[in-house]
């Protein structure tokens, strides 16, 4: 057998004479591979670092200029060249929070369906399917929204928003304005339908992964399928839960195309969730190539610098909370 | 007694009902926005499909013309950067399932790369900016294959470990007892074995660069014409879809839908089919 190893590595004997050297060959080869390996894990941690690095030396040249009133200042003139942080970082959050806002309890209750209620024969079909929507490139979100969720919000929705919630005092400058159709709002809406799959699916895979044993228990003593989600299920993968809500948040913050489309790329912070705003990913995807002067260049990369380190510690908490239940299971 | 008991039970029943029919609610509303999605990319995109959408180049405002420059610089990037981006990603993988299943490096590489697999794309495309279109002086084709190749590492190196932990150690441990040394175990024993779910990771980063546009936009740009010069600014599907879908001329709108209409086609085409690839192998 082990010159069937020696032929397969190519070893032939008239090449080596002696036994040794063909063992040290081997040997070497082995520590090549190994080093080749070792380096390439280390490739992944110099792009991490790299990353870092490069968005701090372009980051400079702005914070050093503006300091910390970068993170406080609304204006975003590059005329004047006086660029604030503050309008992109809200608006970032605010569509963020619309996005979870949906995504969380639909995703929760189509994980719920998959895993309890559906029939065995639909389960795969409707998984796949969920995850595909996850696989849509986000520019295909984008156009599908100015072209076609926008104009319906516009025409439908909003005024019926406006109408609704417009005269009640502190709810109605939420929906204050006219129905511009792009916005805010449009933007979340669109956020939330493409963190909806990642919410699902991984909620779905905690969901299964709870022992029979225990859900058995609790139908054993008379609970409804509803409370054996709400009493039993939830409990127990709460960790894992909230570790996808995390990494559902982490793609919404970090999205750009989808939202690049349907916000309107204005620098202003406004009380209604109707009007146009931006965030930091559209406002760099925006303006970046147009972007003349080292200072505006520099503060768009600052901004870049702050999606970084806002997902960074998003997605570490996310990768934290799964590894724990992952070691705990 | 008996009929307050009755009462609890049927609020219960109610609330059972209630929930029922909310997580089906729940899942309609999620599928339906799949099949809406798809069903005006298809209205829209078809009727804009023909012959010279591959034939001809990008037009300039207000007249006919294809996508076919855009097509080709986007298989030119994607391929490069499958080429850059996959031996990094399997060798790295590699190092995480079989030389250092528990050491320190090793946790800290996975940590590493769960973050990058979902760092925003955006982020990508300015680091690439900074390492290669600032130094060079101009954008190019080269920064954006390198882009999409920093995209594609993560996704490897995880379906590769993912893989590569499913051989069982058995099939090791009797190539190690008949003297075959660790690195010919890993490519002729675990890689073979790991196979099918290796390409299903190298598909599934296929699908998910030829659909990135954020980290195009300024590494290599957009280019209105026929270009195989990788060191200058090159057209790709996202970018041009980019441009012309917020241009107001009605003629690249339509190209915009039949371009998208190209990215979800194969974006869906290799997902399904990386899917099949594991899943006849796992039943």
Redesign the interface.
């Given at each position: 057998?082990?010159d069937m190893?020696l032929r397969?590595?190519n070893v032939s004997a008239r090449e080596s004479s002696s036994r040794a050297a063909v063992l040290r060959r081997?040997?070497l080869?082995?520590r090549?591979?190994?080093g080749?390996?070792?380096?390439?894990?280390?490739?992944?941690?110099a792009?991490?670092s790299?990353?870092i690095i490069?968005?701090i030396?372009?980051a400079a040249p702005a914070l050093g200029t503006f300091g910390f009133s970068f993170f406080t200042s609304q204006s975003w003139n590059p005329v004047t060249e006086k660029f604030g942080a503050l309008a992109p970082i809200y608006g970032t959050l605010v569509t963020s929070f619309i996005a979870m806002l949906i995504a969380v309890?639909?995703?929760l209750?189509?994980a719920?369906?998959?895993t309890?209620?559906?029939p065995m024969v639909l389960r795969r079909p409707?998984g796949?399917?969920?995850?595909?929507?996850a696989?849509?490139?986000?520019?295909?979100?984008?156009?599908?929204g100015?072209?076609?969720f926008a104009p319906f919000l516009q025409k439908y929705v909003q005024p019926f928003l406006i109408d609704t919630f417009g005269s009640i005092p502190i709810l109605g400058t939420l929906f204050e304005g006219p129905p511009y159709g792009i916005g805010v709002l449009t933007a979340g809406l669109i956020l939330a339908?493409m963190v909806?799959?990642f919410v699902?699916s991984i909620s779905r895979d905690v969901f299964s992964a709870v022992p029979p044993v225990l859900k058995e228990a609790a139908y054993g003593v008379g609970c409804?399928?509803?409370?054996v989600?709400?009493n039993v299920i939830l409990p127990y993968t709460r960790v894992g839960v909230i570790g996808g809500f995390m990494?559902g948040l982490?793609?919404a913050?970090?999205?750009?195309?989808a939202v690049?489309?349907v916000i309107g790329n204005a620098h202003k912070i406004s009380a209604s969730i109707l009007a146009p705003g931006t965030t930091i990913?559209a406002s760099?995807?925006n303006e970046?190539?147009e972007a003349v002067g080292d200072l505006y260049t520099s503060s768009?990369?600052a901004l870049?610098l702050i999606?970084?380190f806002i997902?960074?510690i998003v997605?570490?908490i996310a990768?934290y909370l799964l590894a724990r239940l992952n070691r705990a299971g | 007694m008996s009929a307050t008991a009755n009462s609890l039970y049927a609020g219960r029943r109610r609330r059972n009902a209630i929930a029922k029919g909310l997580a089906v609610a729940a899942t309609i509303f999620g599928l339906g926005w799949l099949v809406l999605i798809l069903g005006v990319l298809l209205f829209h995109g078809l009727s804009g499909l023909s012959l010279s959408v591959f034939t001809e180049n990008t037009p300039p405002p207000g007249a006919a013309g294809g996508l076919a420059n855009a097509i080709v610089g986007s298989v030119i990037m994607t391929v490069l950067a499958v080429i850059i981006g996959t031996p990094i990603g399997i060798l790295a993988g590699t190092y995480l399932a079989e030389y250092g299943r528990h050491d320190k490096l090793s946790t800290v590489v996975r940590f590493i790369n769960d973050i990058l697999l979902s760092a925003p794309s955006i982020v990508i495309g300015l680091f690439i900016y900074e390492v290669m279109v600032a130094p060079m002086g101009h954008f190019s084709g080269y920064a954006g294959a390198v882009a999409l190749a920093v995209i594609v590492i993560p996704v490897v190196v995880r379906t590769t470990e993912d893989m590569l932990s499913l051989v069982p150690d058995t099939l090791r441990e009797a190539a190690a007892s008949i003297g075959l040394p660790r690195s010919l175990m890993i490519m002729r024993i675990a890689y073979r074995a790991a196979q099918a779910g290796i390409v299903t990771g190298i598909l599934l980063a296929i699908a998910r660069i030829s659909g990135e546009t954020a980290p195009l936009l300024f590494t290599a740009l957009n280019n209105q014409f026929w270009s195989m010069n990788m060191n200058a600014p090159m057209p790709s599907l996202p970018v041009v879809i980019f441009q012309f879908a917020l241009s107001p001329y009605e003629e690249w709108q339509k190209l915009a839908w039949t371009g998208a209409l190209l990215i979800t086609v194969t974006v869906l085409a290799l997902s399904i089919f990386a899917r099949s690839l594991t899943s006849t192998r796992k039943q």
């Open positions: 057998m082990s190893a397969d590595a081997l040997r080869n082995d090549i591979f190994h080749l390996t070792r380096g390439a894990a280390f490739t992944v941690l792009l991490l790299g990353v490069a968005l030396i372009g309890p639909v995703g209750m189509v719920f369906f998959l309890e209620l559906c409707i796949i399917a969920i995850e595909l929507l696989g849509i490139p986000s520019i295909i979100y984008g156009i599908w100015l072209f076609v339908i909806l799959p699902t409804t399928t509803w409370e989600f709400r990494l982490g793609r913050l970090g999205e750009t195309m690049t489309f990913s760099i995807a970046f190539t768009l990369i870049g999606l970084f997902t960074f997605l570490a990768r | -």
